[in-house]
């Protein structure tokens, strides 16, 4: 069974940066696409990027140019960088592969 933990959240301000980890165990990691979503208070849950098993990339255009997904295959980890943070990318933000979610890591940013 699929296990995923994100961690890295945190309170920063505007145009500061944070990266995102999503550690997975119980699955053959490298075979599988991963993502990153996130939902904000009162609003869906939105995909923010996605990579493949073979390291395509994928953005909402909201956040295209600032951040960043890649993968670790060696340590069956998911990361996303995010840069020039703004307040509205204030969210809980959530790993994800295929059906398995993780627990979702808050992300907060100051004006």
């Known amino acids: 069974q699929v296990q995923l933990v994100e961690s890295g959240g945190g309170l920063v301000q505007a145009g500061e940066s944070l990266r995102l980890s999503c550690a997975a165990s119980?699955?053959?990691?490298?075979?599988?696409?991963m993502a990153w979503y996130r939902q904000a208070p009162g609003r869906q849950r939105e995909l923010v990027a996605l990579?493949?098993?073979?390291?395509?990339?994928n953005y909402a255009d909201s956040v295209k140019g600032r951040f960043t997904i890649s993968r670790n295959n060696a340590k069956n980890t998911v990361y996303l960088q995010m840069k020039s943070l703004k307040p509205e990318d204030t969210a809980v933000y959530y790993c994800?592969?295929?059906?398995?979610w993780g627990q979702g890591t808050l992300v907060t940013v100051s004006s």
């Open positions: 994800n592969q295929g059906a398995v």
């Open positions: 119980g699955g053959i990691f490298s075979f599988n696409a």
């Open positions: 990579i493949t098993s073979g390291g395509n990339t």
